[in-house]
């Protein structure tokens, strides 16, 4: 059975930081692109950033460029993301999510995009907050 399983959310002051993670389980993550996504309250789910499974491209909104970092551990079926220097308007659920891509070199042009992904997680909230 396919499951990802996000952790590692909670409460932070503005500035601080937080490490998520994305732990796989039924399939190999390294033959997937993972994408971290993320849902404030009212507003739709946004593409945050997203680490392909060929040679490890990562790719990252506008917003969290220079503050987030997405790696993976394929030796531990893990995806991380860390966010430094965090934002109120970073405040919201985070949810990682897998697909098997066939051309990991075109990735760049559709990561932000939902509807590409195969599985979800649960999601894991981030609030920001002093």
């Known amino acids: 059975q396919v499951q990802l399983v996000e952790s590692g959310g909670g409460l932070v002051q503005p500035g601080g930081s937080l490490r998520l993670s994305c732990a796989a389980s039924?399939?190999?993550?390294?033959?997937?692109?993972i994408g971290w996504f993320r849902q404030a309250p009212g507003k739709k789910r946004e593409g945050v950033t997203s680490?392909?499974?060929?040679?490890?491209?990562?790719y990252y909104a506008d917003s969290v460029k220079g503050r987030f970092t997405t790696s993976r551990d394929n030796a531990k079926n893990t995806v991380f993301l860390q966010m430094n220097s965090l934002k109120l308007e970073d405040t919201a659920v985070y949810y990682c999510a897998a697909v098997r891509v066939e051309v990991p070199e075109f990735w760049g042009r559709s990561w932000y995009n939902e509807y590409e992904y195969d599985y979800w997680g649960q999601g894991t909230q981030v609030t920001v907050s002093s």
């Open positions: 039924g399939f190999s993550l390294d033959t997937y692109a």
């Open positions: 680490i392909n499974n060929g040679d490890g491209s990562t």
